[in-house]
């Protein structure tokens, strides 16, 4: 499979990261391909990364570094909120986030709300170990719809965390979550306290490929809520740095630090194999120069989305139409 932004040549993949940069795999074992009806999905071993996921050619996880990712997005959220009972995760299909979130004894009911039924078929297949039977929890709904649907019909009691945990912004199914009209409705079904965390694509090279990119996502968040902490981490199988927003419209989120990351670790009994006060304090303290970046980017848009999809969708039509493959 051949297009403008991955390779896969049998067990070779190979990501542009950057006009000029790939990010290549070549893996020892092919586990699973599959073609769904929204994305490809594989699973291959690899002797150093262990496990990876890959959805449309870009790696999603390893089972190496996984947890890095997964406590970083999910525990600051879940430590600024004082009691998080009620959680959505929007995407996590492979249960990382999901097992994460069910540490806390508070939580009273996750709804994981994943489009693709297969994904999580597939995870729960060959990736058991991220999940770890979290999806057998009764404290757990699967719901596989759109995540915007989802949200946009919920008429239940507010949400105390939204965790959105999704693919790159390079369909409306995803981009569409990153606009300015759906930070709002999400912010409309949280809680008082209620708190959001993002996964913001990566600092350094979301620019490059994306034009809804990790500077106007935060940027659209910021419109949106009241307090805003930005944080960036290197996840090695990613082959980059990411970025991971937390929003809340309740003064919780801007009380946290790392004394009270550590307190509440212990107080609520989380055990964290990588995420630490030390961690959050490091990851959250962010070059000057991102925050510039930050402050020139605008808000996206439903109606920039819309039109970058398009765009982009035209472009592959006219790269399958050159190549004769169909991507």
């Not at 994904?119 to 995540?147: H, Q, W």
């Not at 970046?293 to 765009?311: G, L």
Request: charge should be negative; proline fraction near 4%; include cysteine.
């Amino acid at each position: 499979m051949l297009t403008q932004d991955f390779l896969i040549l049998g067990r070779i993949s190979i990501e542009q990261l950057a006009p000029n940069y790939i990010h290549a795999y070549s893996f020892t074992k092919t586990l699973c391909v599959e073609r769904t009806e929204y994305q490809l999905v594989e699973v291959y071993e690899h002797p150093a990364f262990g496990k990876v996921l890959i959805l449309d050619g870009k790696p999603q996880l390893s089972t190496l570094d996984e947890h890095i990712y997964h406590e970083i997005l999910t525990h600051p959220a879940m430590l600024a909120h004082p009691n998080p009972r009620r959680i959505a995760i929007l995407g996590g299909g492979d249960g990382g986030v999901l097992r994460e979130v069910l540490k806390y004894n508070s939580v009273v009911e996750v709804y994981l709300v994943d489009i693709d039924k297969m994904v999580v078929d597939i995870c729960r297949r060959y990736l058991d170990e991220i999940s770890r039977g979290t999806f057998n929890d009764p404290r757990v709904k699967l719901v596989y719809m759109d995540a915007y649907r989802f949200i946009e019909d919920w008429s239940g009691e507010p949400f105390d965390v939204i965790i959105m945990d999704l693919t790159d912004p390079v369909s409306l199914i995803s981009a569409g979550l990153y606009t300015y009209e759906s930070f709002k409705m999400i912010s409309s079904k949280l809680s008082k306290d209620g708190i959001l965390s993002v996964q913001s694509e990566s600092p350094t090279f979301s620019k490059y490929i994306f034009q809804v990119h990790f500077y106007n996502i935060v940027a659209t968040i910021k419109s949106v809520f009241k307090y805003v902490i930005v944080a960036r981490e290197y996840i090695p199988c990613f082959g980059s740095d990411w970025g991971f927003t937390y929003a809340s419209n309740g003064g919780y989120l801007a009380g946290l630090n790392d004394e009270i990351i550590d307190l509440e670790l212990k107080r609520r009994n989380i055990t964290t194999r990588y995420f630490t006060g030390r961690v959050f304090e490091a990851i959250t303290r962010i070059p000057e120069v991102l925050d510039e970046e930050i402050a020139k980017s605008k808000p996206v848009y439903r109606r920039d989305a819309e039109r970058y999809v398009e765009e982009r969708g035209r472009r592959l039509k006219e790269l399958e139409n050159l190549i004769g493959i169909k991507v």
